[in-house]
């Protein structure tokens, strides 16, 4: 099987472009993550929503952690990883096709779906990124679009500027959400000690992750105003 891996390779207007009726919540041992998912991107909307209803990522952990790059997580293989095993080859056995296109990109905060090196840029049904990246000048930006032939709108070149991102993934994965709460939580995750495979060395679990809307957080809610 493929190992499924990311490769090497907010301003308000940009946050409103995403969905804000469909959020996800994360709860790990460092704090709480929310995601709001996009609607232009309906396929992955719609498995996210289907696995994170049946809990599929709960006890999965966050193997790959890279400063200035990503966080990434959801293998299924995760859940009863021993120390030091190799992660990312976890897969459900069907791909989402997919939902590239130029609103969606890799600014800082931005939610993707990890894929192989399939030729129509399929995602991982599973496999999740979370962008942290880093600031770019004009002049860097104008040698990635010379590199990949994509380029820039003013509003993404300003945000890659002043906010951060991972701009030479643009095009290459699909961008299916963002960070509303949480990035200080992000970045806590991407700086902690990692292994030469980019594994923590002490486990990162998502112990609980749900849809903001569920009955769960809403039940929460109530208890958090009587208190």
């Known amino acids: 099987m493929k190992k499924i891996i990311l490769l090497l390779c907010a301003f308000a207007t940009t946050v409103a472009a995403f969905a804000q009726t469909h959020k996800v919540v994360i709860e790990t041992d460092s704090g709480r993550i929310v995601m709001a998912l996009s609607d232009n991107t309906p396929q992955h909307r719609d498995n996210m929503i289907k696995l994170v209803k049946e809990k599929f990522f709960d006890s999965t952990l966050f193997h790959r952690i890279i400063p200035t790059f990503v966080i990434q997580g959801g293998d299924p293989n995760s859940k009863r990883a021993k120390p030091e095993e190799m992660l990312g080859n976890g897969a459900l056995g069907y791909l989402v096709p997919a939902e590239i296109n130029d609103s969606n ?15 129509e840029k399929a995602s991982s049904a599973c496999q999740f990124y979370i962008v942290v990246g880093k600031k770019y000048t004009d002049a860097e930006l104008d040698m990635i679009a010379q590199r990949t ?59 609980k992750v749900y849809m903001m809307d569920d009955k769960t957080e809403k039940k929460g809610r109530k208890k958090r105003k009587k208190i």
Do not use: C, W
Not at 105 to 119: K, S
Not at 158 to 184: A, H, M, R
């Open 105 to 119: 990109f890799h600014q800082r905060g931005a939610l993707g779906m990890a894929r192989d090196n399939n030729p």
């Open 149 to 207: 032939g994509r380029q820039f709108t003013p509003t993404q070149r300003e945000i890659y500027k002043t906010e951060g991102g991972t701009p030479s993934l643009d095009g290459n994965y699909t961008v299916f959400g963002i960070v509303t709460e949480g990035i200080e939580i992000v970045d806590k995750i991407v700086n902690m000690p990692r292994n030469q495979a980019d594994r923590p060395n002490t486990d990162i679990a998502m112990r």
